[in-house]
């Protein structure tokens, strides 16, 4: 890492331009080495059973919400390689029923990196694998914590943006973490 990166800012996120790569890193804890979303990414399948249905025979909203913060929370934990504990979850919107059958995919990827927060989104899809028909069902914003061995919030690693998407993706996490705190704030 060069001497720049290791710029550190107690005021807010510094973003700092590697001259060789053109990465940028974006988090307060630059003194830490960058990584990149992709080496967080979580992909978790799972098979909807009899014992994940509702009354009414759909899968329970439950089931899903835990699969949400199981892929978030490994993602997260992937980022920060430590425990980790969910501060928040943004509403969760159920855009269509997921069925006793289907097998249901969670991709966790990280939009966000504060000095001791994450932000992870996670996108669920439902497959029908009689048909092979994908069903976007549901998205969810989550924000973890990173915690030492005293339970205490703990620094994590910069995040290294590159592309467009990614930059995108920063933008609007830190426009809903400006929300979630001014919410918590009162
Ligand atoms: C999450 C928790 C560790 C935060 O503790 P805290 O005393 O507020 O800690 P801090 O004020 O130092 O905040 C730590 C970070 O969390 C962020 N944070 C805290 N509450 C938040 C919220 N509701 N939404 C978004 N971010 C939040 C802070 O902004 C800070 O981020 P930063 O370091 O990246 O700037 C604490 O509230 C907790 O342990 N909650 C229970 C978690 C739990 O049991 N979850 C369910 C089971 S895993």
């Keep these: ?12 996120p510094r973003n700092t331009l590697n001259p060789k ?29 009899p014992t ?17 913060d199981t892929a978030g929370g490994m993602c997260a934990v992937r980022h920060a390689r430590t425990f980790v504990v969910t501060a928040e979850i943004d509403s969760i919107t159920f855009l269509s029923p997921v069925y006793v059958g289907n097998l249901v995919t969670l991709r ?26 994908i069903t976007h069902t549901n998205s969810a914003y989550a924000v973890y914590v ?8 703990k620094a994590v690693p910069p995040l290294i943006i590159e592309t467009d998407e990614e930059r995108r993706r920063w933008a609007e ?7 979630r705190l001014a919410m918590k704030q009162g």
């Design 1 to 12: 890492m060069g001497s720049r990166e290791r710029e550190v800012s107690d005021h807010g």
């Design 21 to 49: 790569s053109q990465h940028v890193i974006f988090g307060k804890e630059t003194n830490m080495t960058g990584k990149h979303a992709r080496d967080s990414e979580v992909v978790l399948s799972q098979l909807m059973l």
């Design 52 to 68: 994940d249905a509702n009354p009414q025979g759909n899968v329970h909203g439950g089931t899903i919400m835990k699969l949400i």
């Design 108 to 133: 966790a990827h990280l939009n966000w990196v504060g000095r001791t927060s994450m932000e992870v989104e996670v996108c669920v899809e439902a497959e029908n694998p009689l048909t092979g028909e």
């Design 146 to 153: 990173a915690l030492d061995a005293g339970s205490k919030p």
């Design 173 to 179: 996490a830190e426009a809903r973490r400006a929300h």
